[in-house]
């Protein structure tokens, strides 16, 4: 037996193991990717393909096989259609990777800190009333194209705009805000819902489309539920959901960069020598 396996390993080389890591990381990446989306569904649809062609072959079911294996032709052609929304996401996360990373943001860390206070303050206030909002911000992917579909605003984040934006019975307050650095670019946008069919009934129109968005892109969106005040947000299709303001505050600095640093020894010898 011992004998056996060394023979089996005799020939391995340290590249077949970089090789043998390196698509199991793929793969895994492509669970990660598709989990929770219409995807695995068609996905166990053509591992049934690949088994009905398989059998067939075996069972010298001859003209089944045959029209299998052309039909694999233009399958081939149609799962890069019905994969699209999938294989573009798999494309744009690789290019939001750390190797092609530019800084997210073009301000400082006091102006940083204002926004986050303003954007807290507008959602604890939305949230106290009851009033429905969707407040989209910008990273690295560029969201123009749905800037397009709103009222172009250009005005500085505070708290009393976002509010007044938001109010019940106003031209924009259905829609979503963009906001890029510390500017509103647009108010009233539309963004794609999500297609995840795995979602609570319970969640509406303002939760699908913010995750919707942040399947598409490396946005983060915060949403205030109009029915129940329920503050949540969606980063990388994913809802995090009854945020209070501490909590909120929290999860918008891990997004600016703003995590607070421990002191280090040094300087703690320093202060208290």
């Known amino acids: 037996m011992s004998l056996q396996?060394?023979?089996?390993?005799?020939?391995?080389?340290?590249m077949d193991l970089l090789d043998i890591a390196i698509v199991a990381y793929?793969?895994?990446?492509?669970?990660?990717?598709?989990?929770?989306?219409?995807?695995?569904q068609l996905l166990r649809g053509l591992i049934v393909f690949?088994?009905?062609?398989?059998?067939?072959?075996?069972?010298g079911l001859y003209t089944i096989n045959w029209l299998l294996k052309n039909a694999t032709t233009v399958g081939v052609i149609a799962l890069l259609v019905v994969f699209q929304p999938e294989l573009r996401r798999a494309l744009e996360q690789l290019g939001r990777s750390r190797f092609f990373a530019s800084p997210l943001f073009g301000l400082g860390e006091e102006d940083l800190h204002r926004l986050i206070d303003n954007l807290a303050e507008a959602a604890e206030e939305l949230s106290k009333n009851k009033i429905g909002a969707l407040i989209v911000l910008e990273r690295q992917t560029g969201l123009n194209e749905y800037i397009e579909t709103g009222v172009n605003i250009g005005g500085y984040v505070t708290a009393e705009l976002l509010i007044n934006i938001f109010i019940p019975n106003t031209p924009l307050h259905d829609g979503a805000v963009i906001i890029r650095n510390d500017k509103i670019m647009a108010a009233g946008c539309y963004f794609p819902l999500t297609e995840n069919p795995n979602l609570s009934k319970e969640l509406g129109t303002r939760h699908r489309a913010a995750l919707g968005v942040t399947e598409q892109s490396d946005a983060v969106a915060i949403i205030v539920s109009e029915e129940t005040g329920?503050?949540?947000?969606?980063?990388?299709?994913?809802?995090?959901?009854?945020?209070?303001?501490k909590t909120l505050k929290n999860?918008?600095?891990?997004?600016?960069?703003?995590?607070?640093?421990?002191?280090?020894?040094?300087y703690w010898r320093r202060l208290n020598g």
């Open 5 to 14: 396996l060394f023979e089996l390993f005799k020939g391995f080389r340290l």
């Open 26 to 40: 793929v793969s895994y990446k492509a669970i990660q990717l598709i989990r929770g989306t219409r995807a695995v």
């Open 50 to 59: 690949v088994v009905f062609t398989k059998v067939s072959e075996w069972l």
């Open 230 to 245: 329920v503050i949540s947000v969606a980063k990388e299709g994913k809802l995090s959901r009854y945020l209070d303001v």
């Open 251 to 266: 999860m918008l600095k891990e997004v600016y960069q703003l995590n607070e640093k421990k002191p280090n020894l040094l």
